[in-house]
């Protein structure tokens, strides 16, 4: 009787042991940019980085500049609003394309948009106003430039603050990957004009540089997951250590409490 119950908490303890260094993340599982040989195919590398075409259901900012005080006032044209407010409550200045494609501009009417650059988007509605204003300037940025982080890495919508977002700039806005976040598979939601993608990517490979997975993109959601079989979260040799004493002073407890009677 007694040989069988010390043979169980021996096997407990060897059982418990090899949970442990299951659970041990290593420096290979959490560094970035390694070159890491595999039968994969590399990452499709892109030329150029495309730029943002806008979509049913974004809002964009408009700003009128010109010389003329009347046109001003009748299109409500304001200074004092600067691109960098753009994602404050500026409502009056912002305008959503509807299903259509289109703008309801004031005093315009529809303004298509859907499917244009930025830039492009410029150029359409200067081209619409110069009938009313001929020295008229527009600005257009768009007002929901934001994406997403869900996920083991934490939880938050965080605006693009600047025109090239790479996925490493926007984990570290997010706080960074966890010690046990699953490195070489994270998701990513992509929305586009024929609906959303999901695809996965390995943020440790160094080749991730200059593929379609490098920048972040207005409405793109990053769904980290926990590493598998993760169960105690050691995230250092230190904390192992500690972890391992622990099991063992309590099997001792356990073995002195059977056998000390």
């Given amino acids: 009787m007694e040989y ?3 043979n169980t908490i021996t096997t407990l303890l060897l059982s418990m042991a090899m949970v442990l260094l299951a659970s ?3 420096s290979r599982q959490t560094n970035y940019l390694q070159n890491i040989s595999s039968s994969d195919s590399l990452y499709r590398k892109i030329d150029s980085v495309p730029d943002y075409t806008l979509q049913i259901g974004d809002r964009v900012f408009v700003r009128i500049s010109t010389l003329n005080k009347e046109s001003s006032k009748l299109f409500g044209s304001d200074q004092s609003i ?3 407010s753009i994602y404050g409550n500026n409502e009056l200045y912002s305008y959503t394309i509807a299903k259509d494609g289109c703008i309801d501009f004031p005093f315009v009417g529809a303004i298509r948009l859907q499917g244009l650059t930025a830039r492009e ?3 359409a509605i200067q081209h619409a106003l110069r009938p009313f204003i001929p020295d008229c300037d527009v600005d257009v940025r768009l007002t929901n430039g934001f994406f997403s982080v869900i996920g083991v890495a934490g939880s938050g919508r965080y605006p693009i603050g600047e025109e090239r977002l790479n996925v490493f700039q926007a984990l570290a806005i997010s706080g960074d990957l966890k010690p046990f976040s699953d490195r070489k598979k994270i998701f990513l939601l992509r929305s586009s004009s024929d609906g959303t993608r999901i695809e996965s990517f390995d943020v440790r ?6 593929s379609e ?3 972040i993109r207005p409405n ?3 769904y980290v ?3 598998r079989g993760q169960f105690f979260g050691i995230e250092s040799f230190s904390s192992l250590l500690t972890t391992i004493s622990s099991s063992l002073s309590f099997g001792y407890l356990i073995y002195d409490w059977v056998f000390g009677w």
Avoid: E, L
Avoid at 205 to 210: A, E, L, M, T
């Fill in 121 to 123: 988007a410029k150029d």
């Fill in 225 to 227: 997951q926990a590493i």
């Fill in 213 to 215: 997975f490098y920048y």
């Fill in 205 to 210: 490979r160094k080749d991730i540089i200059g």
């Fill in 24 to 26: 041990c993340v290593s």
């Fill in 220 to 222: 793109d959601v990053i």
């Fill in 82 to 84: 600067t691109p960098n």
């Fill in 4 to 6: 069988n119950i010390r």
